[in-house]
């Protein structure tokens, strides 16, 4: 089997704050400089506040793109009142991608000890497009970058990655 070929994939980021700005979104921006480091195109970075509806509004409009392969969030996925990233996202989806968010807590512990017991992170499918929703921090936009998405936003990762499952995500 010859060598596989890197597919540039479109992602999307939005930053869930009530008190950002771009300029001033260091977690939106890692994860922007990264994903475009590795070769990926990004399709939009939005700033939304933490409120239910305007988070599913932001995605949703992703998620109806077929230009838009993958959405990356950051923030809100805390414990706080205030928190509500996965309450938002999670009714959008049509599989829940549970590894992810055990994978990310395990990496974490690395990093942050028991206080990834305070990690929501969430990862599913909806509309043939991956949500990934990631906590607020720069250090945690890195470490599920770095450690687990950006590999599996690999088409020549083996022995498998989620690339080579696109052609495949919308049958029915």
């Not at 968010?101 to 991956?130: C, K, P, V, Y």
């Not at 470490?143 to 696109?166: F, H, K, M, S, Y």
């Amino acid at each position: 089997m010859g060598e596989r070929e890197f597919l540039p994939l479109t992602i999307a980021v939005l930053t869930v704050s009530d008190t950002r700005s771009l300029s001033g979104d260091a977690s939106g921006r890692t994860l922007e400089e990264r994903l475009t480091a590795a070769g990926h195109r990004l399709a939009e970075r939005v700033i939304a506040p933490d409120d239910i509806y305007r988070i599913r509004a932001v995605v949703s409009a992703w998620i109806a793109d077929p230009a838009v392969q993958v959405v990356l969030t950051t923030g809100g996925t805390g414990m706080t009142g205030r928190d509500s990233t996965p309450e938002a996202i999670r009714p959008l989806l049509d599989k829940e991608i549970t590894g992810f968010g055990e994978l990310f807590r395990m990496l974490s512990w690395d990093e942050i000890g028991t206080s990834t017991l305070q990690s929501r992170a969430l990862g599913g499918l909806a509309n043939a497009t991956f949500i990934f929703c990631l906590p607020g921090s720069t250090g945690a936009c890195r470490t599920g970058w770095d450690r687990i998405l950006q590999a599996q936003l690999d088409a020549r990762t083996r022995p498998c990655n989620l690339v080579e499952l696109l052609p495949r995500l919308g049958e029915r």
